[in-house]
């Protein structure tokens, strides 16, 4: 479990907040794509960790507002950790789907599989190189962009595993991550190789729910961007992508009744509604994040920094005329599978463009919106400003 940390400010508690509500979600995933109850009871700790940090939260807030400025500038605080929290509580309902012993339609585990971040399970076997290593060292984010999410170890899960945790054999990782990312941490893991293999049924269903997953992802990353860099082109453009967000989640409710007609038990189909909504309402929380910026008021210092501390940064990046990634698509860059960064929006000329597709041409002057690890951004950042070459991309020109 997640330790519980002794906090002596806002700034530590909503950092904390965020690291949770990431991980959360994530591990809800993992938890219907295995039906596994164990990792189930994990999430229903993590929601009464997040409620302790809300609580705190509201207590510090409360004792700090002084006048009316105060109020307004305290109200964002607030309002990014109600979102948190109601991001927690959608994990907790897919979570709840497993404790309560509703079977999982094949047609939501095949939406997990289908994403483009996958969620897996990995045991490590024997002789693999893996043993005995310190998290730290592996350096797994960067290499193979796969984080590991928890562990269990003799029947007892470490969730957020800290950097000096070692591996040791037998120990079943949850991790996420590209495909490829996972297939080689398989290997090195001496594990079985996990099946990417998914059904023809439901296909349109199927594909809305996965487009779901990706989208909102993004949406939450997009909208804490715009309050760390107080962006209000992105926080309305996060408003635009949660309104598409509602045509989706509106196909995928269609899809679901039109399953209905093919089902003996229409009661199998509990798990997909369940997954549109909990989907939605990790949409619904970034818009309320986006809000912020939108409102016109000035973000407290205190949510920057915090931001800036989180487990996975989020950052922007300009192409400069001499950088190794000027004149590449991103399918060529691979940027997630080779660093383990994601790029949430390329903006050119004032235009933003989000989740570029693959044949997107990255163009000196164009602007990244980035996630990853501190140590994948800060080499991305390095490149992207011409201080650091990629012999690989320097020797394909």
Request: glycine content about 4%; charged content about 35%.
């Amino acid at each position: 479990m997640v330790e519980e940390k002794k906090h002596h400010n806002v700034r530590e508690l909503l950092t904390e907040t965020k690291d949770v509500s990431d991980l959360i979600i994530d591990l809800a995933y993992a938890s219907i794509l295995y039906e596994d109850e164990e990792l189930a009871e994990q999430i229903r700790k993590l929601e009464d960790r997040m409620d302790s940090l809300m609580y705190e939260i509201r207590a510090l807030v409360s004792i700090s507002v002084r006048n009316y400025e105060d109020a307004k500038s305290a109200t964002g605080i607030l309002q990014i950790a109600d979102a948190a929290e109601s991001i927690s509580n959608a994990a907790g309902d897919l979570a709840n789907l497993v404790l309560r012993d509703i079977e999982i339609h094949p047609v939501v585990k095949e939406s997990l599989i289908e994403a483009d971040e996958k969620i897996a399970k990995i045991e490590v076997g024997k002789g693999s190189n893996l043993i005995g290593e310190k998290l730290e060292d592996l350096e797994l984010p960067s290499r193979f962009a796969t984080w590991i999410l928890a562990a269990e170890r003799d029947g007892k899960w470490t969730v957020g595993p800290e950097k000096k945790d070692k591996i040791e054999k037998g120990d079943i990782l949850v991790v996420r991550g590209p495909r490829d990312g996972i297939d080689k941490l398989c290997y090195m893991a001496h594990s079985p190789e996990v099946s990417w293999e998914v059904g023809r049924k439901y296909k349109r269903l199927r594909q809305f729910l996965s487009q779901m997953r990706d989208t909102g992802c993004s949406l939450v990353d997009m909208a804490f961007y715009s309050v760390l860099f107080k962006s209000e082109e992105v926080a309305e453009e996060v408003r635009e992508l949660e309104k598409r967000f509602d045509e989706f989640n509106y196909e995928a409710w269609r899809e679901v009744l039109k399953a209905a007609k093919r089902e003996k038990d229409v009661m199998y189909l509990n798990s997909a509604l369940q997954a549109v909504k909990s989907l939605e309402s990790i949409s619904d929380a970034a818009d309320s994040i986006a809000d912020v910026m939108l409102r016109g008021v000035e973000p407290h210092p205190v949510l920057t920094r915090a931001l800036e501390d989180a487990d996975e940064i989020i950052a922007r990046v300009e192409i400069s005329e001499d950088s190794s990634l000027a004149d590449h698509t991103l399918e060529d860059l691979d940027l997630w599978k080779r660093k383990g960064v994601y790029v949430l929006v390329l903006s050119k000329e004032g235009y933003y463009l989000l989740t570029p597709s693959k044949d997107t041409m990255v163009r000196p002057g164009n602007r990244l919106i980035i996630r990853g690890s501190p140590k994948g951004v800060e080499e991305l950042i390095k490149v992207a400003e011409g201080r650091k070459k990629w012999a690989h991309l320097n020797a394909e020109d």
